[in-house]
Each structure stands twice: as structure tokens, then as C-alpha cells.
């Protein structure tokens, strides 16, 4: 039995549930008192998108993570000392601005991915990581060069196919493969779809090793592109590239003569053998080297086991390829990268190989640690806290986030679930925005289609369920426990956005899944 449309009303069961929230919010948040207690000798954090102490940020870094770290904010509210605000996982991108944020803070996260993406595996499991991490990350050409980034304007790789992706036939449907760089597009109905920026067909295409997927495989490990659209990859695995053996730290360009940018901005077109190798493992070895850093240990850092991470170098600047690339004759531009056993740290091909400099400060130590990303010291003196992907940014606004200490609201086993807001101009009111919907059918949890409402075209969540004031604290923040109200007999969404009222800020949606046993357990598979 197939299940109900996606916009059916629910029970007055369910709006009773939604009701229950909005008295425990009103009672909590009816105060302008601070959250928690700042970290120990710290200075109130800037809010997210503003200039801190009078000094402007010029560039913004945006990481992922290998593992899962804490951040140097634990994360506190009124009456909790941290939350999942200060812990980071390998599906959520962060930000810091290095030299004026004491802490970075959570751009994207996991909440926003299952609000978008849904259950991407037919596992019946609406709260987990889309694609196991996401292994690449990068700004889509197309995308505005000013004004706050949208989910659409980023450009992502995952470690495993997700959605419909079939490896065994280089298929992108509804999803992914590992070896494929995608987007969320905005369409005219407000939804989102998945989208190729560049397929890994194309990628083996240039690299000259044919599209027979039962012998050409490749899985993007770290991705940039230029200005003028070309495009740098890092791979998980040693390649051949046009007759090239590249070791897993190397680096190549598809250079923009060789594709074709469809409206959209994607790559539709890609000559074959066209790639390039713009650096390999001796070069970043002498690089990693020259850089002179140690583990917390004392011992040296000798060599990257992968690099896992590319961005280009915001201070300018050539390098000369290994192999000449036709659009670039004076050279490829200086990149910034990191990689497996650098931890939590960033370097540059400059000057021979050294740390990384943005906002004037260095993106690591002497010694591995994580404090100048904004992350917590003691947890970050170590390999493990390795980096994912990276991309420097110009500094733009910044949306206020919706965070989740468990998506996934089981009325047997975790009846209750907590709502946590970020990112908001201090002590201001914001709007919460519900949205109630019975599960969407097998097949168009994958689509990527939020649902849409009116405002705004970055508004995905209409209000219709309920819409209710709040106040968040002295740090834009507000901390809220939503429970369960009576018997409810089916599983459903609550999906949720945020908007601060004065500014019109909309906050990124999140989506809990509210389960009352199990109802998608054994459902069939589409056709």
C-alpha cells in the first residue's frame, strides 16, 4: 500500500503535538537572559556574517571534518553548558574567519540535510549521513559572487553513492556516485533537485580511462575551481591519468577548453584525455616537509597519506605545473590544501611549502592543534581530528542554522526532541515556522524536494502547521524541547525554519522525523 500524499492534513493528534511546543517555547524563551556561561577567559563571539572588534574579515574558511570534533564554542544555552552546536560531524560544513572568531560555527548540518535530502538509502532511517561524509566541497561558478551562500550554491562530493547512483552502470539518478561532483538546484516550484555539476563518466572521459564501469572507477577526494571555470580534483585512490600514474596527494586540471558550461552553469561537455597533472606526491611531499611541522609528539610530519582537501590560495600567485595546462600559461594558481595526518591544519605550495595565511593568521602550528580553525584544543591535537574538505571564501552574510540533538523522534524510545538556534542577531525575535507532513512515497524522499512555500525563494517551510514569536538570547541562540501530545498512530514530518524578524533572515530549515513505531519498516522498494 503505497503511502499519502505528501501535503495530506494530519490528525489533530499531531497539531496538538505541534501545539505542546509552542507553550514550552513560549515559557522557556519569554527572556532575554544569557545562555550558559561563555568559555572560560573568552570574549562574547562575533555573530555569524558581522566584523568583529572593528577589525573586517576578508576571507572566510570552510572546512569538514574526517571525525567527528568538538568545537571550541561547546555549544552552551540557557541552563546546558554545551549542545550539539559545539560537535561537529563529517556531513557538516563549518566556518571561521581566522583572527576574529574565537570558534568556528556550523554553516550546514545534518539537519538541513535530511530536511532536503529525506532517506537517501530505503532503510527506513529519516536522521543519517547522506553519503557516508561529504568528501569534497566548493563554490559553483554560476553562484552570486556577493550575499549570503544558499545550499544551492555549493558544490559537493560524498565518500559512498548515494540516492539511485549506480555505480555498475556510471549513473547518476536522484542522487550521487562517489566519483561525481553535484549541486542542489532550485527549481520554479521552489523544490530543490539533485543536480551533476561534473559526472564521473566525464571525469574518467578526461583522465583517458574509458567509461566501462566494470574497469574505470574513480572517487573525487578533493575539488576547486577557478574563476574562469577550471577544474582542480584530488582522488581517493592512485590513477592513471592519460598514461600518468598519479599518486592519491596529486593534483590535475581539467582545463575550461576542454568543457562546456550548459546555462545552468553544470558541465554538460568534456573532450576526452583532456586532463593535465598539475602536481604529484614528490612535490607535496617536499611541500609538507619544507613546512616543518610536528605531531603533538614532537615528531615530525614527513608526508600526506592523501590529500583530502583544495582550495585556491586567496593571496595570488603561480606554481608551475608538471604538465602545461592550454588557458594557463603563466602557471597554476597557488592552492591551499590538507590532507590525511596533517590533522586540523592547512598549508600553501607557497614559498616552498608552509602554513596557510588568511586574515593575516596562520591556519595551524608548530605542533598539530586545531585552535586556529576555532576548534577545541584538546581534542584536536591529533591525526584523527583530520580535515575533509576546505574552500576559502570572500566574506559574505552568513543564514542563521536550526540544529538538532536527535532528528529522529521515536515516541517509544526518545519522546521528546531539542530545537537549537544559531546564528541570530542577539537578544532579536524570530518567527519558528512548522510544517506537518505524513511521509512522502518510496522514490521522492531522493528527489531533494523541501517543501515549498510562499515568501522568500529561499523559504521552504510555509508556517501553515504553526507559527509562533521567540527570543533568542544575547548570543542569537535559544534552546527549545519538543514533546510528544498523546497518541499519535502515524509517522510524519515536522519540518522547520526560522525568521528574524526586523531583518527577514530566514535560517536554514531542519526537518525531525517523528516515528511512532516503525511504519516504513518492510516497505517495498520502488519499482
Not at 62 to 71: I, K, Q, R, S
Not at 99 to 115: C, D, F, P, V, Y
Amino acid at each position: 500500500m503505497s503511502s499519502p500524499p505528501r501535503h495530506q492534513p494530519l490528525s489533530a493528534l499531531v497539531l496538538a503535538l505541534l501545539g505542546a511546543l509552542s507553550g514550552v517555547a513560549q515559557a522557556q524563551w519569554n527572556s532575554p537572559q544569557l545562555s550558559g556561561e561563555l568559555l572560560s577567559g573568552e570574549q562574547e563571539l562575533p555573530p555569524r556574517g558581522a566584523q568583529g572588534q572593528g577589525a573586517s574579515i576578508e576571507h572566510l574558511l570552510h572546512f569538514v571534518v574526517e571525525n567527528e570534533v568538538a568545537l571550541a564554542d561547546p555549544g552552551a544555552t540557557l541552563g546546558v553548558g554545551g549542545s550539539v552546536l559545539g560537535r561537529l560531524t563529517d556531513m557538516e560544513v563549518a566556518v571561521v574567519a581566522p583572527g576574529l572568531m574565537l570558534s568556528a560555527r556550523k554553516q550546514q548540518n545534518l539537519a538541513e540535510w535530511n530536511a532536503l535530502i529525506g532517506d537517501d538509502d530505503w532503510d527506513g532511517d529519516f536522521w543519517e549521513h547522506i553519503g557516508g561524509e561529504i568528501d569534497a566541497l566548493g563554490r559553483a561558478p554560476s553562484a552570486p559572487s556577493s550575499g549570503a551562500l544558499q545550499t544551492e550554491d555549493w558544490i559537493f562530493s560524498t565518500e559512498h553513492p548515494w540516492g539511485l547512483a549506480t555505480p555498475f552502470s556510471l549513473i547518476d539518478a536522484y542522487g550521487a556516485l562517489d566519483g561525481s561532483l553535484f549541486r542542489l538546484r532550485r527549481k520554479a516550484d521552489g523544490s530543490l533537485r539533485t543536480e551533476r555539476f561534473l559526472s564521473e563518466k566525464m571525469i574518467l572521459r578526461s583522465l583517458g580511462q574509458g567509461t566501462d564501469a566494470a574497469t574505470a572507477d574513480v572517487d573525487v577526494d578533493a575539488f576547486a575551481v577557478d574563476a574562469a571555470g577550471n577544474v582542480f580534483l584530488s582522488f581517493r585512490s592512485t590513477e592513471w591519468v592519460n598514461g600518468r600514474l598519479v599518486a592519491d596527494d596529486g593534483v590535475v586540471c581539467l582545463p575550461i577548453y576542454c568543457m562546456h558550461y550548459d546555462d545552468s552553469g553544470n558541465v554538460d561537455l568534456i573532450e576526452d584525455d583532456c586532463a593535465r597533472v598539475v602536481f604529484d606526491k614528490p612535490q607535496v611531499d617536499t611541500w609538507v616537509q619544507h613546512a616543518a611541522l610536528n605531531n603533538a609528539d614532537g615528531s615530525p610530519i614527513k608526508i600526506l597519506e592523501d590529500l583530502t582537501g583544495l582550495s585556491l590560495d586567496p593571496q595570488g600567485g603561480v606554481l608551475e605545473p608538471l604538465d602545461p595546462i592550454p588557458g594557463l600559461p603563466d602557471g597554476a594558481p597557488h592552492m591551499l590544501f590538507t590532507g590525511t595526518r596533517l590533522g586540523p591544519m592547512v598549508l600553501s605550495t607557497r614559498d616552498g611549502g608552509r602554513l596557510a595565511q588568511l586574515n593575516g593568521k596562520s591556519l595551524g602550528a608548530s605542533q598539530i592543534s586545531g585552535v586556529a580553525l576555532g576548534l577545541d584544543a584538546a581534542s584536536t591535537q591529533t591525526s584523527a581530528a583530520d580535515l575533509a574538505a576546505i574552500h576559502v571564501e570572500t566574506a559574505r552574510p552568513s543564514v542563521p542554522v536550526i540544529d538538532l540533538e536527535e532528528g529522529q523522534l521515536h515516541f517509544l524510545y526518545n519522546p521528546q526532541a531539542e530545537l537549537l538556534l544559531d546564528g541570530f542577531a542577539p537578544n532579536s525575535w524570530v518567527w519558528l515556522l512548522f510544517d506537518a507532513h505524513l511521509p512522502p512515497s518510496y522514490g521522492e524522499a531522493w528527489k531533494a524536494q523541501p517543501y515549498a512555500g510562499p515568501g522568500s525563494s529561499q523559504r521552504l517551510v510555509s508556517g501553515q502547521g504553526l507559527q509562533f514569536p521567540l527570543q533568542v538570547d544575547a548570543r542569537g541562540r535559544a534552546r527549545i524541547v519538543m514533546p510528544p501530545a498523546g497518541e499519535v498512530h502515524h509517522s510524519f514530518w515536522v519540518m522547520i525554519q526560522a525568521l528574524e524578524l526586523g531583518s527577514a533572515r530566514l535560517s536554514r530549515p531542519a526537518a525531525v522525523w517523528c516515528d511512532h513505531g516503525g511504519a516504513l519498516a518492510g516497505a517495498p522498494l520502488p519499482d
